[in-house]
């Protein structure tokens, strides 16, 4: 497939409508209490989140949520360099994601929220910043947006999803179905093969003119995917794809940070950072021209640097 083309996102993305489209927010659950260990947390409908805790537990909180098909290992950069420097960081696997349950159900973007909810909960944590990579934006969007901000100081979307990613009446410039069709047929025919040809072409921008792609990230890209469920992976195109945000942006009342690379082949820069700190009362908003979709990895000294700015404000 054609990985420097528009189509190849849109086919590779569309396909999670057939897992759900505009996803509507829904009472948090209140079934049976959480549990907690050294390392993982139940939810309250039974699903054991993994979760990494680094740092002095003293220290001011900062939360991770990360992206598609990945694990909290994608954000170590981040929370080794921070936790270095007095800060707690704490990352989740997401539900059906790395060492978490794979749950055949409540793969979606509520269910996200309130799992990270249930992590902080648990831990009791307060006056956290929210960090989130992607889907992982999404995932703080709609935390704010069904549990709001009274154990929340800041938050930061990197490369995030929201406002919406689908294209539809009222959101024209967004991707269109076909792409994220495309992405579901993939994942269903080899998802080994289409976690390589993500890795090794947009994400990265390994498919640039006079790119050399970095095969330590491929295969840890890769590693991480398929460590995730595949019902798990499959549900989550339409979480991250179809689920509305502009609602949850809106009740944003923290300092909030947006940072995006310029060059983004996966979440297009216009139709999701610059839409987003728009939506976002005071964001503030960055640009890396050259950056791709993972500039986790590929800008990771700059993005460091700039969490770190934000957080000492």
Same mark, same amino acid.
């Given at each position: 497939?054609?990985?420097?083309?528009?189509?190849?996102?849109?086919?590779?993305?569309?396909?999670?409508?057939?897992?759900?489209?505009?996803?509507?927010?829904?009472?948090?659950?209140?079934?049976?209490?959480?549990?907690?260990?050294?390392?993982?947390?139940?939810?309250?409908?039974?699903?054991?989140?993994?979760?990494?805790?680094?740092?002095?537990?003293?220290?001011?909180?900062?939360?991770?949520?990360?992206?598609?098909?990945?694990?909290?290992?994608?954000?170590?950069?981040?929370?080794?360099?921070?936790?270095?420097?007095?800060?707690?960081?704490?990352?989740?696997?997401?539900?059906?994601?790395?060492? @978490?349950?794979?749950?055949?159900?409540?793969?979606?973007?509520?269910?996200?929220?309130?799992?990270?909810?249930?992590?902080?909960?648990?831990?009791?944590?307060?006056?956290?910043?929210?960090?989130?990579? @992607?889907?992982?934006?999404?995932?703080? &969007?709609?935390?704010?947006?069904?549990?709001?901000?009274?154990?929340? @100081?800041?938050?930061?979307?990197?490369?995030?999803?929201?406002?919406?990613?689908?294209?539809?009446?009222?959101?024209?410039?967004?991707?269109?179905?076909?792409?994220?069709?495309?992405?579901? &047929?993939?994942?269903?025919?080899?998802?080994?093969?289409?976690?390589?040809?993500?890795?090794?072409?947009?994400?990265?921008?390994?498919?640039?003119?006079?790119?050399?792609?970095?095969?330590?990230?491929?295969?840890?890209?890769?590693?991480?995917?398929?460590?995730?469920?595949?019902?798990?992976?499959?549900?989550?195109?339409?979480?991250?794809?179809?689920?509305?945000?502009?609602?949850?942006?809106?009740?944003?009342?923290?300092?909030?940070?947006?940072?995006?690379?310029?060059?983004?082949?996966?979440?297009?820069?216009?139709?999701?950072?610059?839409? @987003? &700190?728009?939506?976002?009362?005071?964001?503030?908003?960055?640009?890396?021209?050259?950056?791709?979709?993972?500039? &986790?990895?590929?800008?990771?000294?700059?993005?460091?640097?700039?969490?770190?700015?934000?957080?000492?404000?």
């Amino acid at each position: 497939m054609n990985l420097s083309k528009r189509p190849f996102i849109a086919g590779l993305l569309a396909a999670s409508l057939c897992a759900g489209s505009f996803a509507q927010a829904t009472p948090p659950s209140k079934e049976t209490p959480m549990t907690l260990t050294t390392n993982t947390v139940t939810t309250r409908d039974g699903v054991q989140l993994y979760y990494k805790d680094w740092g002095p537990k003293d220290g001011p909180v900062v939360t991770f949520s990360h992206g598609w098909p990945l694990n909290s290992d994608s954000w170590e950069s981040q929370m080794l360099f921070l936790a270095e420097r007095g800060y707690r960081v704490i990352a989740h696997d997401r539900r059906g994601h790395g060492r @978490s349950s794979q749950p055949w159900d409540g793969n979606d973007m509520d269910h996200y929220a309130d799992d990270l909810a249930a992590v902080i909960e648990a831990l009791d944590l307060h006056e956290v910043t929210l960090i989130g990579f @992607s889907t992982g934006g999404g995932e703080v &969007a709609r935390y704010i947006g069904r549990h709001g901000t009274g154990r929340v @100081s800041k938050a930061v979307l990197v490369s995030a999803v929201p406002p919406l990613m689908l294209q539809t009446d009222d959101n024209p410039d967004g991707l269109p179905l076909e792409v994220f069709d495309g992405l579901r &047929a993939g994942s269903l025919a080899n998802r080994s093969r289409l976690y390589l040809d993500i890795a090794s072409g947009p994400f990265f921008g390994f498919n640039r003119p006079g790119a050399t792609p970095d095969q330590s990230l491929i295969q840890s890209f890769w590693v991480q995917g398929m460590q995730a469920g595949h019902k798990n992976t499959y549900d989550s195109i339409a979480a991250f794809s179809a689920t509305d945000f502009r609602a949850d942006l809106a009740k944003f009342d923290v300092p909030t940070l947006v940072i995006h690379g310029g060059d983004d082949q996966i979440v297009p820069v216009d139709t999701s950072a610059r839409a @987003s &700190a728009a939506l976002i009362r005071g964001a503030r908003l960055i640009i890396y021209p050259d950056g791709p979709h993972g500039i &986790a990895d590929t800008h990771k000294d700059l993005l460091n640097e700039d969490l770190l700015e934000f957080l000492q404000k």
